[in-house]
């Protein structure tokens, strides 16, 4: 009849979380699992007198150790730690974000270099072709009248054909007038 331990179930709610709920050693063991041997001779021994706290040098909390165990956390500085943690994963991804916008800069700066030669080269071979058709962009304004229209039509393009229409002629008409002074 009373060889079988009874299972209790205890709910605390603890309102203020910088408080810590104390428990005596006794309970602590038995939680862990302590045989009731152990339990029956801790009851004859005298009480002991509950710990005092010892307060942590990074704040003025509170520490409880119970027997050899180490110190049971407060809420407060789990939450710290956890803030902690946070600030060195934020440090960490700016950094990272930081190589990658200067590494894409350089990339950028490779590509202009690049593109530069290139267009110098270009110039270079068509040197023949008069710098006046080499400076004129045609059909700037179909082209804006083009892009205006799809702008103000995001999703029905087809509005704008008649625009599409008029900036292909345009380019249809500059190509034969240059393939007309070539040839």
């Excluded at 862990?32 to 009851?43: H, V």
């Excluded at 520490?63 to 049971?72: E, Q």
């Excluded at 730690?81 to 934020?90: G, I, M, P, S, T």
């Amino acid at each position: 009849m009373g060889g079988s331990q009874s299972t209790r179930k205890i709910t605390v709610e603890n309102v203020d979380p910088s408080d810590l709920i104390q428990v005596s050693d006794n309970v602590v063991k038995r939680i862990q699992g302590a045989s009731e041997e152990t339990a029956a001779s801790d009851d004859q021994n005298k009480p002991k007198a509950p710990e005092t706290p010892k307060f942590s040098e990074s704040a003025n909390i509170p520490s409880y150790r119970y027997g050899d165990s180490l110190p049971a956390f407060t809420s407060l500085q789990i939450l710290q730690d956890k803030e902690a943690q946070l600030r060195q994963q934020d440090e960490y991804w700016r950094r990272r974000i930081e190589a990658m916008k200067e590494h894409h800069k350089q990339l950028n700066q490779i590509m202009d270099f690049e593109f530069n030669k290139a267009r110098q080269e270009i110039s270079e071979l068509f040197h023949h072709v008069p710098s006046a058709v080499q400076d004129v962009i045609p059909c700037q304004l179909e082209k804006s009248a083009v892009a205006r229209c799809y702008a103000d039509n995001p999703r029905k393009t087809l509005n704008c054909a008649k625009e599409v229409h008029q900036f292909s002629a345009c380019v249809d008409l500059k190509r034969s007038e240059i393939a007309k002074k070539r040839g």
